[in-house]
C-alpha cells in the first residue's frame, strides 16, 4: 500500500498491491478512453521505443539528480496532454507509449525493501467487481492478470536498461540543460523548462573510444531518434 509520504508516480492515484485473497472479486474492464492521462504532459520512454516516438513526439531528456531518461513530450501546458482529444480518444496514427499503455498496472517497490510487487490503481475507471475479465482465478493469475504481469515485467527490465544507456550518455558529456519558449497559431506564448537534449556538435566531436562504448550499448538509435524528433515540436502546439 502507499502512504501519505510517498511520490505516487504519475497518473496514478491509488495504487494497491494485488493480492488474490483480497482481490479474488477484482475484474478489469477494457480501456475505452485515454481520459486518465489527459492532465500528463509527458511520459518516459524505455529505450526500445524512442525510434518509433520520435516520429510523433519530441523526445528529451529528464533533467534532475536521479536517473536520465527518455521522455516524450505529449504537451506544452504543466497539466495539458495535446494528443488526447475530447472525446478521449488518442491522437490517430501516434505512438502511445508504453508508459501509457501500461496503466492502470504498475510495478513498485516493498516499503522498506527493493522488491516489485505488480500493483493496480484502484481508482482507475476500468477496475472494479462488475464488469470486465476477472484478474486471479482462485490463487493464480488470470489471463487478464498474466498479461498485467508480462506486460509489467517487460517494461521494468527495459527500464533498467535504458537507465544504463542515460547514464552511459550523461557521462559522455553529450547533455545539455534546456529551457524553450513557444508561440502557438494565436499568439500565446508557453514556456518549457527542466530537460535536456543531446548538443551535436559534442556528439560530432567525440572521441572514438566513448563513441564505440555508446555504439556497443545502443545508444545511437536513441540519439539519432532523439536528434530527428526535434523536428516534432510542432505536434504539440495546439
Same mark, same amino acid.
Given at each position: 500500500?502507499?502512504?501519505?509520504?510517498?511520490?505516487?508516480?504519475?497518473?496514478?492515484?491509488?495504487? *494497491?498491491?494485488?493480492?488474490?485473497?483480497?482481490?479474488?472479486?477484482?475484474?478489469?474492464?477494457?480501456?475505452?478512453?485515454?481520459?486518465?492521462?489527459?492532465?500528463?504532459?509527458?511520459?518516459?520512454?524505455?529505450?526500445?521505443?524512442?525510434?518509433?516516438?520520435?516520429?510523433?513526439?519530441?523526445?528529451?531528456?529528464?533533467?534532475?539528480d536521479?536517473?536520465?531518461l527518455?521522455?516524450?513530450?505529449?504537451?506544452?501546458?504543466?497539466?495539458?496532454?495535446?494528443?488526447?482529444?475530447?472525446d478521449?480518444? $488518442?491522437?490517430?496514427?501516434?505512438?502511445?507509449?508504453?508508459?501509457?499503455?501500461?496503466?492502470?498496472?504498475?510495478?513498485?517497490?516493498?516499503?522498506?525493501?527493493?522488491?516489485l510487487?505488480?500493483?493496480?490503481?484502484?481508482?482507475?475507471?476500468?477496475?472494479?467487481?462488475?464488469?470486465g475479465? /476477472?484478474?486471479?482465478?482462485? *490463487?493464480?493469475?488470470?489471463?487478464?492478470?498474466?498479461?498485467?504481469?508480462?506486460?509489467? @515485467?517487460?517494461? @521494468?527490465?527495459? /527500464?533498467?536498461?535504458?537507465?544504463?544507456?542515460?547514464k552511459?550518455?550523461?557521462?559522455?558529456?553529450?547533455? !545539455? !540543460?534546456?529551457?524553450?519558449?513557444?508561440?502557438?497559431?494565436?499568439?500565446?506564448?508557453?514556456?518549457?523548462?527542466?530537460?535536456?537534449?543531446?548538443?551535436? *556538435?559534442?556528439?560530432?566531436?567525440?572521441?572514438?573510444?566513448?563513441?564505440?562504448?555508446?555504439?556497443?550499448?545502443?545508444?545511437?538509435?536513441?540519439?539519432?531518434?532523439?536528434?530527428?524528433?526535434?523536428?516534432? $515540436?510542432?505536434?504539440?502546439?495546439?
Open positions: 500500500m502507499t502512504t501519505a509520504t510517498q511520490t505516487l508516480p504519475p497518473l496514478y492515484k491509488k495504487p *494497491e498491491p494485488l493480492v488474490a485473497a483480497t482481490h479474488k472479486t477484482l475484474k478489469i474492464a477494457p480501456i475505452g478512453n485515454f481520459n486518465f492521462a489527459r492532465h500528463t504532459n509527458s511520459a518516459i520512454l524505455t529505450m526500445t521505443e524512442v525510434p518509433a516516438a520520435a516520429m510523433s513526439y519530441p523526445v528529451v531528456f529528464s533533467q534532475g536521479g536517473d536520465i527518455p521522455v516524450a513530450v505529449l504537451g506544452l501546458g504543466q497539466n495539458k496532454n495535446a494528443f488526447v482529444d475530447s478521449g480518444g $488518442w491522437r490517430a496514427n501516434t505512438y502511445i507509449p508504453a508508459y501509457i499503455r501500461r496503466y492502470p498496472f504498475i510495478f513498485m517497490e516493498t516499503p522498506d525493501s527493493d522488491v510487487t505488480l500493483c493496480v490503481d484502484m481508482e482507475a475507471d476500468v477496475i472494479g467487481t462488475k464488469k475479465a /476477472l484478474i486471479f482465478d482462485g *490463487e493464480k493469475p488470470a489471463v487478464a492478470g498474466s498479461k498485467a504481469l508480462e506486460f509489467c @515485467n517487460t517494461f @521494468n527490465q527495459e /527500464l533498467v536498461a535504458t537507465k544504463a544507456l542515460g552511459l550518455i550523461a557521462e559522455a558529456g553529450l547533455l !545539455d !540543460d534546456k529551457e524553450a519558449t513557444f508561440t502557438a497559431a494565436d499568439g500565446k506564448k508557453t514556456g518549457l523548462k527542466g530537460f535536456r537534449v543531446i548538443d551535436e *556538435e559534442r556528439l560530432n566531436a567525440l572521441d572514438e573510444t566513448p563513441f564505440l562504448a555508446l555504439r556497443k550499448a545502443g545508444a545511437l538509435s536513441v540519439i539519432y531518434s532523439h536528434l530527428l524528433s526535434m523536428r516534432s $515540436w510542432n505536434n504539440v502546439l495546439v
